[in-house]
């Protein structure tokens, strides 16, 4: 979003290893002033892909749920009524910060990932837009019994597909957007690949 020409704030924490992360936000034009600084380890995820762009996920959630929610609400307090909140579930005080956002007239986008169906329905009354891939949407139809997408009460629904794509609903226009799938890149020759790996 900083790239894009937003003007970004992070709010949250990082532990005793994450003076790079704020080193990187800083240099990536991201304000990182209401980012505390923690005892313990910073949140990270190991992310491993297969070759049809499949991916499986694995969560240290850290710093990113041990801040306060008084520290939260303070970094809150300025935020603009064209602003947004985005923001996505292995933090803490989601539906703190998402009800204090809309009541001051900014807009909340939520990740459901990692789903936890408690999280996501507690969250769900405060959000414009919601972000989910499709095995996070059927689990969210399965947990809330709903007919249809549009009877969520959202603005809109990004719903991603993996290697497939990714779509979106906007539920006040009435349209739906479909991005197909990146085409895979070139396969790397083995011995092209041992080279490499030797230079590496």
């Not at 005793?16 to 209401?34: N, P």
Request: with cysteine; hydrophobic share 45%.
């Amino acid at each position: 979003m900083a790239q894009a020409g937003a003007d970004v704030g992070h709010l949250g924490a990082v532990g005793h290893d994450g003076v790079w992360l704020l080193e990187l936000l800083v240099s990536l034009g991201v304000a990182s002033d209401a980012i505390a600084r923690l005892s313990c380890a910073s949140g990270h995820a190991i992310i491993t892909v297969a070759a049809d762009g499949e991916n499986a996920i694995t969560l240290y959630l850290g710093a990113n749920t041990a801040m306060s929610e008084t520290q939260l609400t303070q970094w809150l307090a300025p935020i603009r009524v064209d602003g947004w909140l985005v923001m996505q579930n292995e933090t803490a005080h989601q539906v703190c910060a998402a009800r204090m956002a809309r009541a001051q007239g900014t807009r909340v986008v939520y990740s459901v990932a990692p789903f936890e169906a408690k999280a996501a329905e507690e969250v769900l009354p405060f959000v414009n837009i919601l972000c989910a891939n499709e095995h996070e949407v059927e689990a969210l139809q399965q947990a809330q019994r709903m007919s249809s997408l549009a009877s969520l009460g959202l603005d809109g629904m990004l719903i991603t597909y993996g290697a497939k794509g990714a779509a979106y609903h906007d539920f006040t226009q009435i349209r739906y957007l479909r991005l197909r799938e990146f085409p895979s890149p070139p396969s790397i020759p083995p011995e092209r690949a041992t080279r490499s790996a030797d230079i590496l």
